[in-house]
């Protein structure tokens, strides 16, 4: 029997921005709406429009079901879209920045610094992510020294 991996619950969640949301069921749906009706003109751009209305009812659906970010005891996980999950682990960041212009500023123990694009996040959450990331990173760094 094999040993199962014990389902880890994030501490905070970092919602989406709704008008994010909004825009994406809107343009989903009007694509939708288009390739289903150039499909009963048998029409063959409906075919062609399936394919984007398609990926974008998936990735609304997706968007809709899953937070912006999770924050758990040793990681940072960011879900921007399907394709892109970024993972932060809180013992290689050495610091966290401000928040300039949209994004996040973060500076590795290697000093290399990383900016995380904020776009699709609540405004009231930004300042949320900053202080929880800086809690437990300096948590981390606590328990190093």
């Known amino acids: 029997m094999r040993n199962k991996e014990e389902e880890k ?21 009007l694509l939708d709406y288009l390739s289903y ?50 993972m932060l682990f809180f013992t290689d960041v050495k610091k966290v920045g401000n928040i300039k212009k949209g994004n996040l500023l973060i500076s590795y123990n290697d000093d290399e610094v990383d900016k995380i694009n904020l776009f699709g996040i609540k405004s009231s959450q930004a300042d949320t992510l900053k202080s929880e990331l800086e809690k437990h990173v300096t948590i981390t760094i606590s328990k190093r020294v």
């Open 9 to 29: 619950i994030a501490l905070v969640n970092i919602d989406r921005n709704p008008l994010v949301l909004l825009s994406s069921v809107a343009i989903s749906a």
């Open 37 to 86: 009706t150039f499909i009963l003109d048998l029409n063959p751009w409906g075919f062609v429009l399936m394919i984007p209305a398609t990926f974008l009812s998936f990735q609304t659906i997706w968007l809709l079901l899953t937070p912006y970010a999770m924050v758990f005891d040793n990681k940072l996980e960011i879900k921007r879209t399907l394709f892109s999950n970024k």
